[in-house]
């Protein structure tokens, strides 16, 4: 998709990664594109209606390569993945501004990355990739907010791990991850178990005495009312 329309589009996303939305002119886009700024506007109206092609345009490749993963029609190999990071760049540096920067982008982009990833791990259950769980909007958050804390923190990533760039401290972390999601880390289920008792006695406290399921024997032959 080389379009002049495209390209426009990549030039942005590229800017705005890197200096963030309000520093970056239609100008300077237009440049990057080499394009005319007025072609810009000829594509879409203004900067801001720009910004809107480029997040529905990230977020439908964001979601369609989770649908693609969650239904194991694609799996990643570490080469894969290593050239994914490195063309995806500015695809991280901007989501990390996106999530930060403005606060109504912001609330848009989770909302929406939250609703994708809630239909991607439904459709992983589905494929019987994934284990089934009671509240997949909470599962779906805890992995979306793991995901997105690696992003947002990658100046961080990048000096505790001795990593010169984005691309290699985000591989470095990939097979610990899929470790933790693969495997798990707790040698057997003693701290699950402990809020799961704790969670039992909040619940009997606040109802001290809670209705009983009947007894199968309540309602065998013979039995009285």
Same mark, same amino acid.
């Not at 700024?37 to 720009?50: D, E, I, N």
């Not at 089934?132 to 990048?158: F, K, S, Y």
């Given at each position: ?6 390209? &426009?589009? *990549?030039a942005?996303?590229h =800017? ?5 939305? %309000?520093?970056?002119? #239609?100008?300077d &886009?237009?440049q990057?594109?080499?394009v005319?700024?007025?072609l810009v506007?000829?594509h879409?109206g203004?900067k801001q /209606?720009l910004r809107?092609?480029v997040?529905d345009?990230?977020?439908?490749e964001i %979601?369609?390569?989770?649908i693609?993963?969650m239904?194991g029609s694609?799996?990643w190999?570490r080469d894969d $993945? ?6 995806h760049?500015?695809? &991280?540096? $901007?989501? /990390?501004?996106? =999530?930060?920067? *403005?606060?109504d ?6 909302d929406r990355?939250h609703?994708?990833t809630?239909e991607?791990m439904?459709? /992983? #259950?589905?494929?019987g #990739?994934l284990?089934?769980?009671d509240?997949?909007?909470a599962?779906?958050?805890a992995?979306?907010?793991a995901d =997105?804390?690696?992003?947002l +923190?990658?100046p961080? =990533?990048?000096?505790?791990l001795g990593e010169a760039d984005d691309a290699?401290?985000?591989l470095r972390?990939?097979e610990p #991850? +899929?470790?933790?999601?693969?495997? /798990? &880390?707790f040698?057997?289920d003693?701290?699950?178990?402990a809020?799961?008792s704790e969670?039992d006695h909040?619940?009997r406290v606040?109802d001290p005495?809670?209705p009983y ?12 009312a």
């Amino acid at each position: 998709d080389r379009t002049g329309r495209a390209r &426009i589009r *990549d030039a942005a996303l590229h =800017l705005f990664g890197e200096r963030g939305f %309000r520093s970056s002119t #239609v100008r300077d &886009i237009a440049q990057r594109a080499d394009v005319s700024p007025a072609l810009v506007v000829h594509h879409f109206g203004s900067k801001q /209606g720009l910004r809107e092609a480029v997040d529905d345009h990230l977020l439908d490749e964001i %979601r369609a390569g989770n649908i693609a993963a969650m239904t194991g029609s694609m799996t990643w190999s570490r080469d894969d $993945y290593e050239q994914l990071l490195e063309e995806h760049g500015p695809t &991280i540096a $901007y989501l /990390g501004r996106a =999530l930060s920067e *403005d606060s109504d982008v912001g609330r848009r982009f989770y909302d929406r990355l939250h609703a994708d990833t809630v239909e991607a791990m439904c459709a /992983g #259950v589905a494929a019987g #990739v994934l284990e089934p769980t009671d509240d997949e909007p909470a599962r779906a958050a805890a992995v979306l907010n793991a995901d =997105l804390g690696n992003m947002l +923190l990658l100046p961080h =990533l990048r000096r505790v791990l001795g990593e010169a760039d984005d691309a290699g401290a985000m591989l470095r972390l990939a097979e610990p #991850v +899929l470790d933790v999601y693969t495997d /798990g &880390i707790f040698t057997d289920d003693r701290f699950r178990a402990a809020f799961r008792s704790e969670s039992d006695h909040v619940a009997r406290v606040a109802d001290p005495d809670p209705p009983y399921p009947p007894s199968p024997h309540d309602h065998a032959p013979g039995a009285t009312a």
